[in-house]
Structure formats: structure tokens, C-alpha cells
């Protein structure tokens, strides 16, 4: 014959379902991990965009106006300028980012 259930238990699991639909779980360790893997693959295609798109432009222009290395040289500094604030911009979103988690959590404890 079947036992009644442990309402305790029961109970505690509703709580822990209830919790996690709220969405009030803190997230693991890997979510946070893949979370930064993905900012960084973000800013490492920043920078290599910015290099493409200036060397694009670059050759384009060098093409067209026949003075082969000057402008291809000089639109991919400016293209690697253009990744790297880019990515720096992106560093200051996330570190504005955690750091508003961290205020947030720091008032909730209080």
C-alpha cells in the first residue's frame, strides 16, 4: 500500500519551483562563463571587423586612384583605431554592467 508523501518535502519543492520560475536563482558558475566567453568573442569581432573594413576601404580607394600601398596602409590603422575603441567601449559596458549588479546586490543585502 502507498505511503502518504512527505508534505514537508513537497512543500519545499513547490517553493524551489517557485523560485526558479520568478526567475530569483542565481545563475552558475558556467552561465557566468559562457557569458564573458561570448564579450570576448564580441570584442575579438570588433577588431577584426574593423581591420577588414578598413583594409576593404583602403584597397578599394588604392584601386580606384592607383596609388597601390598608401591608402591601404593607412585605412587599416585607422580600422584597427576604430576596433580597438570599439572594443574598449564595449570593456567599459560590461564593467558598468557588473558593477550596477554589484551595487544592486550590495542594496539587497542591506
Known sequence: MAEDPDHERLRRLEDRLRETKLGRE???RTE???SQ???AWRMVI????GLGI?????????TVFGTMPFLLVLFVF???????????RTAAE???KRQA????ARDEGM
Open 32 to 34: 557566468e562563463h559562457f
Open 54 to 62: 578598413g583594409f576593404g576601404i583602403g584597397y578599394g580607394l588604392d
Open 46 to 49: 570588433e577588431l577584426v571587423s
Open 78 to 88: 585607422l580600422g584597427l583605431a576604430a576596433g580597438v575603441k570599439t572594443m574598449l
Open 94 to 96: 560590461m564593467q558598468d
Open 101 to 104: 549588479e554589484q551595487d544592486a
Open 37 to 39: 566567453a561570448n564579450m
Open 26 to 28: 542565481k545563475t552558475s
